[in-house]
């Protein structure tokens, strides 16, 4: 799987959109684009994930740039509940395994 | 639809005791397995993944060991539980690299 960078932290205020950037640079053609997202004292849950289209969901979009060496996970207005740590990976096509990086800390103010 | 289930949600084990946490699945079949843990304040760390009955791919070395004796069913143990050993534990089911996982409730685990 290509390596993910991510920002240590980042803040945005509530009600207002949200762009969480990520760069993988060695992405191959095959790996796909997973967000995955942690809540305090909670497991991970599912984002969006996708490989070369731009992704929309009831919780986000993912913007992925046409070289696909980055992408941006957007929340479109941010609410206090979207306090989280923000993960972004990329699996390789085949790839079982699921490894997650340090990923982003959001903090919404109200 | 599927369900993941982990217990227990909280656990205080003395140093040199043994451990047994259990992660079952259900509405799917042959998923692929996952065991993570995150020691406070720090990342994931993943443990253990299997891809089917008896297949146990180990991430990091340590006391601890995964089996996976059925289908939909994930085990981790550790003979003698050190103070290291302390964080919260995560039990994860996905099916590929282009499908989501799903993750359990977490056990949070004290060695004292």
């Known amino acids: 799987d290509a390596k993910t960078t991510q920002p240590n932290s980042m803040e945005s205020n509530e009600e207002e959109p949200v762009h969480l950037p990520c760069n993988h640079s060695t992405i191959s053609g095959t790996d796909y684009i997973h967000w995955y997202r942690q809540l305090p004292s909670q497991g991970p849950e599912y984002v969006i994930h996708g490989l070369t289209s731009n992704v929309n969901n009831r919780m986000a979009s993912l913007a992925i740039a046409e070289d696909r060496k980055s992408s941006t996970l957007i929340l479109h207005r941010a609410t206090l509940r979207d306090a989280a740590v923000y993960y972004c990976i990329s699996r390789r096509q085949g790839a079982q395994k699921l490894v997650f990086g340090q990923g982003t800390r959001l903090t919404i103010n109200p | 639809s599927q369900t993941i289930h982990q217990w227990p949600a909280t656990l205080v084990q003395p140093v040199g005791s043994p451990l047994s946490l259990e992660c079952t699945v259900e509405g799917t079949s042959n998923p692929n397995l996952y065991w993570y843990r995150q020691a406070a304040g720090r990342g994931l760390q993943l443990l253990f993944y299997?891809?089917?009955?008896?297949?146990i791919s180990s991430e990091v070395p340590q006391n601890l060991s995964a089996s996976r004796p059925q289908d939909r069913q994930f085990i981790l143990s550790s003979k003698k539980l050190l103070l290291s050993d302390s964080g919260f534990y995560l039990c994860?089911?996905?099916?590929?690299?282009?499908?989501?996982?799903?993750f359990g409730q977490g056990t949070r685990l004290t060695v004292v």
């Open positions: 994860a089911w996905g099916q590929g690299e282009d499908t989501e996982a799903f």
């Open positions: 299997s891809v089917g009955i008896g297949q």
